[in-house]
């Protein structure tokens, strides 16, 4: 019968782990034994392995470090392992993998110009631009490097921690040259969000290949990304070479990353993302996969609330001969919102692992810890992003059939219905919309539940009816704001043929004057409606004097509107009085006093 382990971890033997990470040498061997040193306090002597199905862990505390930093410790991790595996550390040097890697992100930055020029988030980065970046195959904008720089890794190197953390970013793009996959998973998703705020009219299917080299060590990018249906999708491959003493050693690394656009109907989110990394060398050939979820639980306030994880990494060989494992690692943390500028922090309780029989005490622990060394702060990095996303417009989206900006008479009742649409798949959320009102006179009701209804706006004598208008769901957030002017300044053109006016007049509901050189016409509204009077006018034809009235019509538009009169005027000539019907005809387009 399978029982449930639970593992403490003791707080002064994280900080030792945490000291040695920070070192500049082999991270794997490092971790390892501060978890051998953790977790000797915690095994009976009755040994190491255990049939265990079901195991609890307390979740350990990871460094405070920006989540770019314990990215690249999760990746270095794994990459000596695999580098131990395989027997290499002699040959694999810290400076051998320094070149490789320089190579691989200048290729990682010339394969997707695409990605500079996306805007960036709101956290805090600054770049530095001293020291060289390698000989390429292909020359590549040194500002072009900076702005990638901005664009993947800003909005999230301060999430998890409270005050502001400044970190230098060398041109090629992360701490330590670390340009890796995790972190090209991460630009990716981070930078279609940013780029689909506004429109989702991203590319599908874009692909780039690019290959540098730079003193015998040869780079190869090869990836695509864009959009289909509601997620956005990339899919990259780097490989990196490098020949010593006539042996080629080969590390290829395999990201694909699949993201939910924006919350379900149940205000679900999910992140993929698939790391595969591989070594090979003198005839051998390890790997390790990486495959995390990350689910995030949308609120009715569109906050996010809390955060599912799973995630499966591959471990090496338990001892040999015996087989390799892939625990599955789960977890679930609160989300809290932090401050006003979308930060959040997450908080842990528990983690449960399985699929770890064939693993030692420590193995299990090496695996929790990677798991969430590398899954959390991609959560960091991308959630607020997203966040920021859906709160702003980028999932859903209000509409207004009758148009957000209207022209109408003073006292005029005007209704108009909203709608919630969900941006990506065009349909229908009923979500509920609330309404704030400014300006004259009024607006009901103040909330539809749910949307699509009508509004009623009433407009006053004069002035503007705004209503401000909000939907907050577990789809999304959205605002529109929609504005009644009670027309008054216009600019009037027209007339009829012998009167030709272009003028402006700045109050159509009270009496206003057209002239010409010669007529002087006088308009009067009406009492009950301003739009509607008569007038007369008075001056000279051919230097006989003339007069006349009638009645004119104001129509308005959203663009201005027209103004129709008619009536009969008369001339008093040597010959005689001679009277005659005619009709005017104006155009009318808003105008400034």
């Known amino acids: 019968m399978s029982s449930v382990l639970r593992y403490n971890w003791p707080v002064n033997r994280i900080e030792m782990i945490m000291r040695r990470l920070t070192k500049p040498v082999h991270v794997k061997a490092s971790l390892l034994v501060g978890l051998v040193a953790c977790v000797t306090l915690l095994v009976s002597a009755s040994g190491c392995g255990s049939d265990q199905q079901a195991e609890s862990f307390d979740p350990p505390s990871l460094p405070d470090k920006p989540p770019m930093e314990l990215m690249t410790m999760a990746e270095d991790e794994m990459r000596q392992e695999l580098i131990d595996e395989l027997g290499l550390g002699q040959v694999l040097t810290a400076s051998v993998l320094a070149e490789m890697d320089a190579a691989r992100d200048q290729a990682a930055l010339e394969a997707f110009p ?4 996306m805007p960036g988030g709101g956290a805090d980065a600054s770049v530095s631009n001293s020291g060289a970046a390698p000989q390429t195959s292909s020359t590549a904008s040194p500002q072009a490097s900076v702005n990638l720089t901005s664009a993947l890794f800003k909005g999230g190197n301060t999430r998890r921690w409270s005050g502001n953390r400044h970190m230098q970013l060398n041109p ?30 991203l590319p599908s299917g874009d692909k780039s290949s690019r290959t540098t080299t730079d003193g015998g060590v040869s780079s190869t990018v090869n990836g695509s990304y864009g959009v289909e249906g509601n997620q956005m999708v990339a899919d990259v491959t780097v490989t ?16 694909v990353t699949r993201g939910d656009a924006c919350p379900d109907a149940d205000g679900k989110l999910k992140l993929e993302l698939k790391l595969d990394r591989t070594l090979t060398g003198g005839g051998a050939s390890a790997s390790r996969m990486w495959n995390g979820t990350i689910t995030g639980h949308v609120g009715d306030d569109a906050l996010l609330k809390k955060v599912d994880f799973e995630v499966t990494t591959s ?26 500028d979308g930060n959040i922090r997450l908080s842990t309780n528990s983690v449960s692992g399985s699929g770890m029989e064939n693993l030692t005490r420590t193995e299990r622990m090496t695996a929790v810890f990677r798991a969430m060394l590398l899954a959390e702060p991609i959560a960091d990095l991308i959630l607020p992003r997203a966040q920021d996303h859906w709160r702003n ?8 059939p009758e148009g957000t ?10 209704p108009f219905t909203a709608h919630v649409k969900q941006k990506w798949e065009g349909v229908e959320v009923p979500a509920r919309v609330t309404a704030q009102f400014s300006g004259k006179e009024k607006v009901e009701p103040m909330e539809i539940d749910p949307a699509p209804d009508k509004f009623t706006v009433t407009a006053g004598n004069d002035g503007y009816a705004v209503v401000n208008l909000e939907t907050v769901s577990r789809r999304g957030r959205d605002t529109e704001v929609v504005q009644y002017s009670v027309a008054a300044a216009f600019r009037v053109v027209g007339g009829l043929e012998g009167f030709q006016v272009n003028q402006v007049v700045c109050d159509i509901t009270h009496t206003f004057h057209l002239q010409d050189s010669n007529i002087d016409m006088t308009f009067n509204p009406d009492l009950n409606d301003p739009y509607r009077g008569t007038y007369t006018y008075t001056g000279t034809v051919g230097g006989a004097p003339a007069e006349g009235s009638g009645t004119y019509e104001i129509q308005v538009t959203e663009a201005g509107g027209t103004m129709v009169g008619s009536g009969t005027g008369s001339i008093d000539s040597p010959l005689g009085t001679f009277s005659a019907g005619g009709t005017e005809k104006y155009t009318l387009t808003p105008a400034d006093c």
């Open 114 to 117: 695409q990605l500079v020029a």
């Open 172 to 201: 090629q793009g992360a701490p330590n040259n670390e340009y890796n996959g995790a972190m090209i998973g991460v630009g990716f998703l981070s930078g279609m969000w940013a780029r689909s705020k506004n429109s989702v009219d």
């Open 240 to 255: 990196t070479q490098k020949t010593i003493n006539g042996t080629t050693y080969t590390e290829a690394v395999h990201v």
């Open 315 to 340: 471990t090496g060989d338990s001892a040999p001969g015996a087989p390799s494992a892939a625990p599955r690692i789960t977890w679930s943390a609160n989300a809290e919102q932090v401050g006003r």
């Open 393 to 400: 417009g980028g999932c859903v989206v209000i509409e207004v």
């Open 405 to 414: 900006r209207k022209n109408v008479k003073p006292n005029e009742v005007r």
